[in-house]
């Protein structure tokens, strides 16, 4: 192994370009051997073989002198030539500016080195490795271009430092201008570093870890087709049922004796993964007996059902519609279908036992179905047939049957022809790469350059049984007979053994904050908030029941991805990052990936701010390798990840009557720091109405209640606006909230709220926040009262929050704030009513609050690997029980010599139990809670009236089967002595499908009004490489496949 280190003077990149003097290698070493690749090299000084040299270059301008960044230095020619100089670098070179030259030093040890004369490069070959800056270049075969101060790297291409990793099969990098390209690369990027790691005068984050082998992705076994067949055929049998359509789904109601025959066919539109689209149509005969009437009550008495009858008939029917299909096991599915029914006659039952009847009716069907093969299966149908809440001819209802059917599938689907996997190969120097042909030249010095890079003729293919164990791709049938359900779960099963053996390379896993997007709807307020210490310090309750309004919980998109692993077949490299036409991304360390993204037009820069910034074009979330899911058609990922979700559709039935739309502008720059956000907004409701029932009387007291009006145009359109910059030392928040702009009731139409915040250190306390606050007409929730108004409200306090040393197994957080402020609000009475008459009053507070967590038992959590801790969350879950309290304190005296002085105690136990592993009921987490508040003294206002004294609150998350998961939770009043007893505190219900990658659920709160969708993909550290995640499918990369040159 031979090393050595190469320098320049410190000049700019003009200066380089015109100097008299080449630059100049003054080491010397003893000769070991020529380059066994480069037969003609004839180094000037011989390849290094037993050691180390390092020199420095004469200095060539006085310039020289200044520490600054330089160009690489190259060893010099025998001939003493000089390199040649660019032509458009003379004469105009002194006026360039100057631009960012590469780092002073550049060490390179291999096999063997030396000075190619043929084609004027420094060439070092085998187990080639360069160290530049703290970072580690390895590759096969390094060259560098003495004229264009290039750098190139072939096969097995390596490149570490700090937490950023990349590799590929071949580099191009021009050192002065930095730009190249890769191919075939694989990456990791960890945003949390990636400041100081991509900045060269800068020391990296980490020292750099041991040299590993390149990482090569493992073929794994195809994904069987549990439903490759498009077309079904079902024969239907069943019975009519007395009920409504409600009453169905219980069997409430008896079998009429009226029989159902028929036959069906089914045509699948869309596959996407576990879910299908499909066209239903179905063909059935009706044949009724003579029926008298039973315990069905329909619109008539019971005495006049119980004396009607219908006549025996016989009539045929038809449908057709649109189904949706979930498949919840490859053998277990749930449709529902939506369309339209067709009778051949009327009706007799429904024309007797419905108010109104008719031959044209909707149809719905709601099916589950169990297969025994992916061709037979059996299907319980609901058949459903009414008048869509009387949008077809006013008929309400009308009748419901039970099918039973016998189906069979059949028929293909086409090839796919946009595979994204097709393009990804593995590097060079993995040996799965497979066949392929040699790289055909553009240009003569392209053909010199392949040679001299190493171009050979074609790989010979691998058998496919040698790639990797699990290599298999269909599961072994006789020709022509489709996979049973049996080969396909034994396909599976050495899917899942194979993606076990997978060497991961990586260590540590911790999850990190991650991203989540949520899609609300509420059917009553705003976006009036609590306070996140309202939230964190009040009453000890389960965490289901904690404010949906919270600061927190207020952007519909929070966190962000920092640490991604991404794959393309070729990239483009620039001063400030890199591109590409198309390259996938994974926030999954592990391989194969739960989640990962496929995306076009990809452009990674850095930000002026130092930040990383991803934005790409056609993007496709994959999941689980079976589900690819559209989304937005522009995708933005930093560390500090902006929230761009432009359309709103909401809800307000207290100030916009309803539905209404909105669009959120592009944030407007406010000097240097400061940002305006604005959201127009349409009422569509109160559009569609044409009066509005949201404010009082105009001219009428401000307390009053709401009376119908005529809409005018201004009453039709809103404004939402947020501005927060720097003012005079103070982070400032401003909020106004428009919902008419009619001139009669605008004051009534209009919120506002906002703060002015600085820390500040004070003696004895330290670091304080300082707050200036202001409000007008603003929201608060005071738990069993619900919602109140503060009409008017400025002032200013002073808060801290903080964590306290770990005392043993106690850990404390605490939170106090002093305030002082002139509230106009409703006035509150001692009989718990609220009065219409506004009282104004200065109010003087303290508040003290301590929460403490004591950990009673832990146990042990399963390894944090891809099938054990990480299987379905994204952090081990650890059995234990956890005891959870808070005290609590608040002192408030006002104007009129009133006061309110409590002191709270809450708290209770957290126990978890299960791993969260298997597939059943295995994770369960428990949190009950309780909590008594003694008073002294009422407040004269209702926004803070403290009237839940004692209150109960329960919380559960529990699995269900696989990654299904329950968590909902209820607070309730146990105050006998309150007039709120038994009020609903807070209440919250959530399905989750829970992955170590991604989540989503559906969540509503009763209590607040809101609900909505939760998409969450996790981010994790890690340390290591990983391995690539794309599925590799050889059969996609045969021999006659093109390959483009990238250099």
């Known amino acids: 192994m031979g090393a050595a280190t190469l320098a320049t003077p410190a000049v700019s990149r003009a200066q380089s370009l015109s100097s008299d003097s080449p630059p100049a290698l003054l080491s010397g070493a003893e000769v070991s051997g020529a380059d066994p690749l480069l037969p003609e090299a004839q180094p000037s000084h011989p390849a290094v073989g037993s050691g180390p040299a390092s020199a420095e270059a004469p200095v060539s301008d006085p310039s020289a002198a200044e520490p600054q960044p330089a160009p690489i230095a190259i060893p010099a020619e025998p001939t003493g030539a000089e390199p040649p100089v660019p032509a458009e670098a003379s004469g105009t070179a002194a006026s360039e500016p100057p631009v960012k030259t590469p780092p002073k030093e550049l060490e390179i040890s291999a096999d063997q080195q030396g000075f190619d004369l043929v084609i004027n490069r420094y060439v070092a070959s085998g187990n080639a490795k360069a160290v530049l800056a703290g970072g580690r270049l390895m590759a096969d075969r390094l060259e560098y271009d003495t004229t264009t101060r290039t750098l190139y790297a072939t096969g097995s291409v390596r490149f570490w430092r700090g937490q950023q990793y990349l590799q590929g099969s071949m580099l191009r990098y021009g050192l002065i201008e930095g730009e190249g390209e890769m191919e075939d690369v694989y990456g990791v990027l960890d945003l949390k570093t990636s400041l100081e790691d991509l900045d060269v005068e800068q020391p990296p984050s980490v020292p750099l870890p041991e040299p590993q082998p390149i990482a090569c992705p493992t073929v794994l076994p195809e994904i069987p087709d549990w439903h490759p067949h498009p077309w079904s055929a079902t024969l ?8 409504d359509f409600g009453q169905t789904f219980f ?3 008896v079998f009429r004796p009226e029989r159902v025959l028929g036959a069906g066919l089914q045509k699948r539109l869309i596959k996407a993964g576990p879910f299908a689209l499909e066209l239903d149509f179905n063909a059935l ?10 315990r069905y009550l329909g619109p008539f008495t019971s005495a006049e059902v119980a004396n009607l009858s219908t006549s025996a008939q016989t009539f045929g029917e038809f449908t057709g519609g649109i189904g949706l299909r979930a498949w919840l096991q490859p053998w277990l599915s749930l449709g529902f279908v939506q369309g339209v029914s067709l009778n051949t006659n009327l009706s007799n039952y429904e024309s007797t036992y419905r108010e109104k009847s008719a031959r044209f009716l909707n149809y719905l069907g709601f099916e589950i179905e169990g297969s025994f093969s992916p061709q037979w299966s059996m299907v319980g149908r609901i058949h459903h047939r009414s008048g869509a809440f009387g949008t077809y001819n006013g008929v309400r209802e009308g009748s419901n049957a039970y099918l039973l059917g016998l189906r069979y599938r059949f028929g293909g689907d086409p090839p796919p022809t946009d595979d994204p996997q097709a393009v990804l190969r593995p590097a060079k120097g993995c040996p799965n790469r497979g066949a392929e042909p040699p790289d055909r030249p553009r240009s003569l010095p392209e053909a010199l ?18 790639l990797d164990s699990g290599a298999a791709v269909a599961p072994s049938t006789p020709a022509g007979r489709p996979a049973s359900f049996r080969a396909m779960r034994e396909q599976e099963r050495k899917r899942a053994a194979a993606a076990a053996a997978i060497e991961q390379r990586i260590s540590g896993v911790q999850k990190r904050e991650g991203l989540v997007i949520e899609r609300r709807r509420q059917t009553g307020g705003n976006d009036e908030v609590a306070a996140d210490q309202d939230s964190d310090f009040g009453p000890s309750r389960p965490p289901q029941v904690r404010r949906l309004r919270s600061e927190k919980n207020r952007q519909a998109v929070q966190g962000t991805l920092t640490h991604l692993r991404y794959q393309a077949a070729r990239i483009v490299l620039t001063p400030n990052g890199w591109r590409s036409d198309r390259a996938s991304f994974s926030n999954d360390p592990f391989t194969p990936s739960q989640s990962w993204m496929d995306a076009d037009q990809v452009v990674v820069n850095q930000d002026a701010n130092g930040d990383l910034l991803i934005t790409s074009k056609r993007n496709r979330l994959i999941l689980e390798d079976r589900l690819a899911i559209p989304v937005t058609s522009r995708t933005r990922i930093r560390k500090q990840q902006e929230v ?13 009557d309803g539905f209404y739309v909105g669009r959120r502008l592009r944030p407007i720059r406010i000097g240097e720091k400061g940002t305006l956000e604005l959201e127009p907004q349409f009422m569509l409701e109160r559009a569609y109405q044409g009066t509005t029932d949201s404010y009082p009387i105009p001219g009428g007291e401000a307390t009053g209640p709401s009376v119908s009006q005529d809409n005018t145009l201004g009453d039709l359109f809103g404004l939402e606006a947020r501005l927060k910059t720097p003012l005079l030392g103070f982070d400032t928040s401003l909020n106004l909230d428009i919902s008419t702009f009619n001139p009669e009731n605008i004051a009534n139409g209009t919120r506002s709220w906002g703060q002015m915040d600085r820390n500040i250190n004070l003696p004895l306390v330290g670091s304080t926040t300082a707050r200036l606050f202001g409000a007008y007409r603003y929201r608060i929730w005071n738990g069993s009262l619900g919602e109140q108004d503060i009409y008017s409200a400025y002032g200013a306090s002073l808060e801290k929050e903080a964590t306290l040393p770990n005392w043993g197994k106690l850990s404390n957080r605490y939170f106090w704030r002093v305030g002082l402020g002139n509230y106009q609000s409703n006035e509150f009475l001692s009989s718990g009513e609220e009065s219409r008459n506004l009282a104004q009053l200065w109010r003087a507070n303290a508040v003290g609050s301590l929460n403490s967590s004591l950990e009673l038992w832990r146990g042990r959590a399963l390894p944090s690997t891809p099938d054990g801790a990480l299987r379905y969350s994204p952090e081990p879950i650890v059995p234990g029980l956890t005891l959870n309290t808070n005290l609590s304190g608040n002192v408030a005296y006002f104007g009129d010599g009133t006061y309110q002085n409590t002191l709270s105690i809450s708290g209770g136990p957290t126990l978890t139990l299960g791993h969260f592993n298997k597939r059943f009921f295995d994770f369960t987490q428990l949190t009950v809670t309780g909590g008594f508040t003694l008073r002294n ?3 004269p206002f209702g926004f803070d009236a403290a009237v839940d004294l004692g209150t109960v609150g329960i919380g559960l998350t529990q699995q269900i089967a696989g990654p299904l998961l329950f968590n909902g939770g209820i607070g309730l009043n146990v105050d006998p002595s309150s007039t709120n007893y038994g009020e609903v505190t807070g209440s919250y219900v959530e399905l989750r499908w829970q992955r170590r990658a991604y989540a989503f659920s559906v969540f509503y709160s009763p209590y607040e009004g809101i609900g909505g969708v939760r998409i969450r993909l996790n981010d994790f550290g890690f340390k290591g490489t990983g391995v690539p995640f794309v599925p590799y499918r050889p059969e996609l990369n045969g021999a006659g496949e093109a390959r483009r040159n990238p250099f």
């Not at 239907?236 to 009920?243: A, D, E, K, L």
């Not at 005969?285 to 039973?294: M, N, P, R």
């Not at 979700?645 to 100030?655: F, K, P, Q, S």
């Open 236 to 243: 239907w049998g069943g019975q009519m049922f007395h009920s």
């Open 251 to 253: 069997g409430q109601g």
């Open 285 to 294: 005969g009706h044949w009724a007996s003579a029926q008298k009437g039973g």
């Open 449 to 466: 350059e392949q040679v001299a890079m190493g171009g050979e003729g074609p790989v010979p293919a691998q058998d496919p049984s040698t």
């Open 644 to 656: 761009e979700n432009r359309w709103v559709l909401g809800v307000d039935r207290e100030d916009r």
């Open 937 to 939: 003294g009422l407040s």
